[in-house]
């Protein structure tokens, strides 16, 4: 999959921008920019190891998963990482 | 009276919402505020009456809020006046003039109060005379590039005072 496109990136930002001011959750001395730097490099980093994830699954998932799947399965473990931290 | 006198003051109560991008209502420990997104430029209007004491030396609008989450950058504040005179606006559609603009930075804690200040001339209130009513419509600039705070900016109240 390739990186996200600037109004998607744009997306992310105002919806954690959203949903931390609805918990108000203080994220810290961070502006827009610096909010949008953030994701620019995470989706950056997710299409530069997208292949290593990948490498990473073992069989059968590696070939029975589609992309999308594989997402959706990366998606979990990462909200489970974020709840138990 | 005289420059520096309070005209009027509003309260998010006190908020006559647009039909479209209004700003939403909320509390903050049971202080209840208008909270204003960081991406879509969102509205409040108020409506009130030009106090006879008012001698035509401009209003000076200072926004009285909070940043939701952040403790830094900024949020811009836009400040336009409707006049609703006799016999004359049509409330059918609005009529603000001009929107005059100020700045204010976040404070570095969550939770305390900035005052921004905007200064509207006597000639940018749209006519407005003493005695008539008008209606005040505040907004946030979230789409201009000089508004960088992150989250919601929560408009706690508006003192509009003589210049």
């Not at chain 1, 390739?2 to 001395?29: F, N, Y």
């Not at chain 2, 001009?98 to 006519?127: E, R």
Request: charged fraction near 20%; proline fraction near 4%.
């Amino acid at each position: 999959m390739a990186a996200l496109t600037d109004p998607d990136r744009q997306d992310i930002a105002d919806a954690i921008a959203r949903e931390l001011s609805t918990l108000r959750l203080v994220l810290g001395a961070m502006t827009k920019a610096d909010l949008r730097a953030a994701i620019n490099a995470a989706d950056a980093w997710a299409d530069a190891n997208a292949s290593s994830y990948n490498t990473a699954l073992p069989l059968p998932a590696r070939t029975v998963l589609t992309a999308k799947q594989k997402n959706y399965l990366l998606e979990f473990v990462l909200r489970r990482r974020r709840e138990v931290s | 009276m005289a420059s520096g006198d309070t005209l009027v003051s509003f309260v998010p109560t006190d908020n006559h919402p647009p039909n479209a991008n209004a700003a939403t209502p909320d509390y903050r420990n049971g202080h209840p505020v208008l909270d204003f997104d960081q991406a879509t430029v969102e509205y409040a209007n108020f409506k009130s009456c030009l106090p006879r004491f008012y001698s035509g030396g401009g209003i000076t609008a200072t926004i009285a809020w909070s940043a939701s989450t952040a403790t830094s950058g900024n949020a811009k504040w836009n400040v336009a006046i409707e006049r609703i005179e006799d016999e004359g606006t049509d409330i059918d559609a609005d009529s603000f003039a001009t929107a005059q603009t100020a700045t204010g930075a976040a404070p570095a804690t969550s939770g305390a109060i900035q005052y921004t200040a905007v200064a509207l001339t006597n000639a940018q209130i749209d006519g407005l005379l003493v005695g008539e009513w008008f209606r005040m419509q505040t907004s946030r600039d979230a789409s201009h590039a000089n508004d960088t705070m992150t989250g919601d900016a929560e408009l706690v109240g508006v003192e509009l005072r003589e210049t």
